[in-house]
């Protein structure tokens, strides 16, 4: 009985594993799309005939992209398993 139900519990453990990584995996694949689909925005407007001005635009929303992602990268981190006394990483999962 014992050894039953450390397998089920290790199965359990296994399941909530791989779902939290799973979770992570997607929502950084939907950052990274975001990232993508932004930056492909950002180099397609033809709204300035002046190429200087057109580079300076697009170079500050490129700062502000940057920012953005790196604020949401920010988030996805502090939003993570519990933090231990030791050092973590991204890869550090949360077992019940």
């Not at 014992?2 to 453990?13: C, I, N």
């Not at 990274?32 to 180099?43: Q, S, T």
């Not at 490129?62 to 996805?76: C, H, P, R, T």
């Amino acid at each position: 009985m014992h050894k039953l139900t450390q397998e089920g519990v290790l199965a359990m453990q296994f399941e909530d594993i791989v779902t939290q990584m799973i979770s992570r995996i997607s929502q950084r694949t939907t950052n990274v799309g975001e990232y993508l689909h932004a930056f492909l925005r950002l180099h397609q407007d033809q709204k300035e005939t002046n190429g200087l001005e057109r580079f300076r635009t697009r170079s500050q929303r490129l700062v502000e992209l940057l920012v953005n992602s790196q604020v949401k990268a920010d988030a996805m981190k502090s939003h993570g398993p519990a933090k231990h006394s030791q050092a973590s990483n991204d890869g550090d999962i949360e077992l019940f």
